[in-house]
């Protein structure tokens, strides 16, 4: 489970995939693609904060690259939206390996590197609300245009289908570094970064590599926002909201493993709603539900939802080997 | 340019505003030296003891500065209370784990707040409020000036329990060798109980020091949670000097940076500046190791 | 706390929209009922950020809107869709875009046959949005961003006035009261937040302001929230306006004056513009010396309109502030109402056809005839008030004025 085969990961994908044949209701979908849209801007922060084992409080500074290339490309320069999306990606990358070498290069590490990614965000979302090209205040709201050219869709479905295909690549990203040898390397940093870089590994470049591949991922999800809303603003793009849920969603699912942020956003996001159902419309109350259960949830399942099923399936599998050791004996 | 006749109260506002910073800064950084986690919840504490201040004055009629009297050790208390029996046994001593209690705990008292005493923002109309000390160069509001004494009196405070009381020395003992002060017999986990607790308490007295001049409600804690994170971090992980000069520092930068970038751009100053100080000194100017 | 019982019948409504998001999971789509039963309900999302940073203003918008709702149905309901009563059908947008989103999607399922709504401008944008996918009317209760209603949709109305229409009379309005009181302002500093509004007020005022006789010494940016306002009232001491314009949400607006009365800074003048503060009782009754002669150009009711008086005496008896929340949200259900009764359906497309010929004249918005182009009604102002005494007395248009202005600000 913590280290899915490629079919494994296909399994699950085409499951998913079938959702929007089998439920017509926007609300469901709406609350799918939300949820998916989380679970890729965590699968982002959980190359560099998982298997990196750099924790990033700032990870909104790729999702609002993302976002905002995205759409300023679009509405200012007459790009086309998909190409935009791309530059947005790319430009994602760019300033992660950029915040990543700047960083690491000063051996920044641990909660001094968490909180220097938090002002890198900060930096950029000051900036922002104050640029003209960023529309400054007011935002950029991205044109009406239902056609897939532009990026652009009528009905929610094949928002839902880009999104999982891009929760699928960044799955498939996931797989290759958990078999590659940059991601043994990226675990040994990790693990212990003198001792890695006692025995010849590179350490800075691989963690400004792991940034580049965590902020590109995220940058997507940024992207993928802007055209599914069609509104953003500094604090959209840039605020402390999204790096929140960024880092939220790896480790209550599992951090460091493949499935741990699809988890965990689902789990985060159905926990929202079913707190909204349960308490009403008592300003607040739904949320006090949520912290609560979000507290309890650490308390009892320390290493997030795939530790969870870990624990199940090895108690499961001592379990039937007792009962078979008793059978057998 | 910007003639001295501006410049200098402004320098001295951001000395005032600075302290106040400070103040919320040092609960932070002992919280952080000690038990080596990132308090997420600290906004919403302070919100939470400002919500106090608050009504004490509303129902008990309790100026804000005799009430720090009581809320700081109530306040110490319930940090003692929330460490012990929430945070500590839930994280099960992971801190990553300890990053999410404390994430949800600032969801749980921030909403709590909202569902109980509604969205309206609240201020107190104290007669001294509006007072003013004339320096001659500046007028300096009257609760500014007392709020700067009293954080550099508290900082004092803080360093003396420290360095002289036998807690303040196990204290230290856990932020440097958690380990080694266990296997020496401290309890560790009454240690960090008493830790949070005085960082409760320093929210405590920064809240009442507040009041008189802001404004409480349910989100109001967090617009100075970044604002500290930066001090603690600039200031050396766990140093109380480095908290009190990082904050009037912070103080002085972000109000000239306000002066001549205009007030939005202006508090990129703050965050500039803190990357700056990272990349040349990684562990902030008064701190120890990473 | 004043939430009383009508919060918990609210509870068991809102159960409508979980239990109609849990009915369509199952694949059931609920579409709008083609065929209503005479007299069942006719279902009303209100939206509003009831919880995050806009709570406040979410709460008073939700209070004004199920008023109305309360009204309506007190009197017989609609009665051209015999008696039916307004159920409302609450929804928390969570003062970001997506909550709102998740709601209207929610309503849209629980059969909902328009929805008000979304204070924020980025929440009613995106809200609309959505809604338009379904046809499914949206009224805007407060938003001011032009483009709200220059995008084309259909099903997108505005009751009040736009950020440009409120930048134009604002500016026209100052300079005739300038004029009148014999042109004591000559210099301005302007004070603004960061985000729509402010930026966007500040820009129209910097072009104009100079073409209108004014000399603009400085505009000051700043961010919601702002700490301290120290610095930026040493500028104006400094410089020493004639007018100062604020254009800021409340609790800066009331740190603002604060600072500026705690530094002895008096201005000819205050001139705000959408003034978080500046016509708000709330304000004027925790700090009546602050609030003095501010001259605020914002959203207001009609004060010689009776029925916009009875409801500030129901919202007073409440214990609440009649904040300008409350009565657009009023004002947006009874156009509903309204056009419900005119349409003689709950049906979202004849509901849409009514909304676009409305002459509704029924409201308590000091406006000009209701019509509606492109989904903003033109007859829709703010209009200038200023704050006397321990009262806020409108000062202009004379139309509804019910005091003359003070200006300049007499020197103590």
Same mark, same amino acid.
């Given at each position: 489970m913590s280290r899915p085969s490629t079919t494994q990961i296909f399994l699950v994908i085409a499951v998913l995939a079938t959702v929007p044949l089998l439920t017509a209701s926007n609300v469901v979908l709406n609350f799918l693609i939300v949820a998916l849209l989380i679970a890729l801007a965590g699968q982002g922060w959980n190359v560099l904060g998982g298997y990196g084992g750099q924790y990033s409080f700032g990870h909104a500074a790729f999702f609002g690259t993302g976002a905002y290339l995205t759409a300023i490309l679009q509405t200012r320069?007459?790009?086309n939206a998909w190409g935009a999306f791309a530059l947005g990606i790319m430009g994602g990358a760019l300033i992660g390996a950029a915040i990543g070498a700047v960083t690491f290069r000063s051996g920044l590490r641990g909660s001094y590197f968490a909180l220097v990614t938090l002002a890198f965000a900060e930096v950029l979302r000051i900036l922002a609300s104050v640029a003209p090209i960023t529309g400054a205040g007011v935002g950029i709201l991205i044109p009406l245009d239902l056609r897939p050219q532009a990026f /652009?869709? /009528?009905?929610r479905a094949p928002f839902y289908w880009i999104v999982l295909a891009l929760v699928a690549g960044s799955l498939i990203i996931v797989h290759r570094i958990e078999q590659s040898r940059f991601g043994a390397w990226l675990v040994a940093v990790r693990e212990n970064e003198d001792a890695a870089s006692a025995l010849g590994v590179d350490a800075t470049r691989i963690k400004v590599a792991a940034t580049a591949i965590s902020a590109a991922i995220t940058a997507a999800a940024g992207g993928f926002y802007a055209q599914y809303f069609l509104f953003i603003d500094s604090g959209i793009a840039f605020g402390p909201w999204i790096s929140i849920e960024a880092l939220l969603a790896p480790i209550v699912g599992g951090i460091g493993t493949a499935f741990g942020p699809l988890l965990g956003a689902f789990v985060v996001k159905a926990l929202g709603e079913l707190a909204k159902l349960a308490t009403g419309d008592a300003p607040g109350l739904d949320l006090v539900i949520y912290g609560s259960v979000l507290v309890l949830i650490v308390a009892f399942a320390p290493r997030g939802i795939v530790g969870l099923l870990a624990d199940l399936r090895s108690r499961i599998e001592r379990l039937r080997s007792s009962v078979l050791q008793r059978a057998h004996g | 340019m910007l003639s001295p006749t501006i410049l200098a109260p402004a320098i001295l506002n951001g000395v005032l505003t600075g302290a106040v910073y400070a103040l919320v800064a040092l609960g932070l950084t002992l919280i952080y030296g000690v038990l080596h986690i990132i308090n997420f919840a600290h906004g919403a504490l302070l919100t939470a003891t400002m919500f106090a201040a608050f009504f004490a004055h509303r129902l008990l009629g309790l100026d804000p500065y005799l009430a720090a009297l009581v809320l700081t050790p109530l306040f110490f208390v319930l940090g003692y209370g929330l460490q012990r029996f929430v945070i500590g046994p839930a994280a099960h001593g992971d801190d990553r784990n300890v990053l999410l209690v404390t994430l949800g705990l600032a969801v749980v008292i921030e909403n709590a707040l909202l569902y109980a005493f509604r969205a309206d923002t609240r201020t107190l109309n104290l007669g001294y409020a509006f007072d003013v000390v004339d320096f001659g160069i500046a007028f300096l509001a009257v609760p500014r000036v007392v709020a700067f004494g009293v954080a550099l009196v508290v900082a004092l405070l803080l360093w003396l329990i420290l360095s002289l009381t036998d807690t303040g020395k196990a204290i230290r003992a856990v932020a440097k060798e958690r380990l080694g002060a266990e296997l020496s017999g401290i309890d560790v986990a009454h240690i960090f109980a008493v830790t949070f607790g005085l960082g409760t308490a320093c929210l405590a007295v920064a809240a009442c020091l507040l009041i008189p001049t802001y404004y409480v409600n349910p989100h109001v804690g967090n617009a100075f949670v970044l604002v500290a994170f930066t001090i603690v971090v600039l200031g050396g992980m766990g140093s109380v000097t480095g908290a009190l000069l990082g904050g009037l520092f912070v103080g002085v930068v972000e109000s000239l940076c306000g002066l001549y970038l205009g007030e939005s751009l202006g508090q990129i100053g703050i965050f500039v500046m803190f990357i700056l100080v990272l990349l040349f000194r990684p562990t902030g100017l008064f701190g120890a190791r990473a | 706390m004043s939430h009383g019982s009508g919060w918990i019948t609210r509870r068991r409504l809102l159960r409508t929209t979980g239990l109609g998001a849990a009915a369509a999971a199952t694949g059931l789509v609920s579409a709008p009922a083609a065929l209503r039963a005479q007299g069942s309900a006719v279902k009303l999302g209100v939206l509003h950020p009831v919880s995050g940073a806009l709570s406040y203003s979410g709460q008073q918008g939700r209070l004004g809107a199920t008023i109305a709702i309360e009204e309506v149905n007190a009197a017989g309901g609609i009665k051209a869709l015999g008696g039916a009563k307004i159920e409302p059908v609450l929804g928390d947008a969570q003062s970001t875009p997506e909550g709102g989103n998740a709601e209207v999607e929610k309503m849209n399922a629980a059969g909902v046959a328009a929805i008000v709504g979304g204070y924020a401008s980025s929440i009613c944008l995106t809200a609309s949005q959505t809604a338009a996918r379904y046809d499914l009317p949206y009224l805007v209760d407060v938003g001011v961003a032009d483009n709200i209603v220059t995008r084309g949709l259909k099903n997108t109305f505005r009751f009040g006035p736009g950020f440009g229409v409120i930048a134009k009379t604002a500016l026209d309005n100052l300079v005739t009261i300038n004029d009148q009181a014999g042109k004591p302002a000559k210099t301005v500093m302007i004070v603004n937040e960061d985000s729509l509004f402010g930026s966007g007020l500040a820009k129209l005022l910097n072009a104009q302001l100079p073409e209108r006789g004014f000399h603009v010494l400085e505009t000051i940016p700043h961010p919601t929230p702002t700490r301290d306002f120290n610095n930026v009232v040493l500028k104006i001491k400094a410089q020493n306006p004639d007018l100062v314009i604020p254009a800021n949400y409340y609790n800066e607006y009331v740190l603002l004056a604060r600072t500026m009365q705690q530094q002895r800074v008096r201005p000819k003048g205050i001139y705000s513009v959408l003034g978080g503060a500046a016509s708000s009782y709330k304000f004027v009754k925790e700090f009546p010396e602050a609030a003095q002669y501010i001259m605020d150009c914002n959203h207001w009711f009609d004060p010689r309109n009776p029925k916009a008086l009875a409801l500030k005496k129901k919202v007073d008896d409440r214990g609440e502030f009649y904040t300008y929340e409350v009565y657009m949200n009023y004002s947006c259900v009874l156009l509903l109402a309204d056009a419900l009764e005119r349409a003689a359906s709950a049906e979202r497309p004849k509901i849409i056809a009514a909304l676009e010929s409305s002459m509704f004249s029924e409201q308590v918005m000091p406006y000009g005839p209701t019509k509606f182009v492109n989904g903003q009604n033109q007859g829709a102002a703010p209009v200038n008030t200023q704050v006397l005494g321990n009262d806020i007395q409108v000062i202009f248009p004379q139309a509804f004025a019910t005091a003359k202005p003070v200006f300049p600000v007499p020197r103590a």
């Open positions: 320069y007459g790009v /652009q869709f /009528q009905s | - | -």
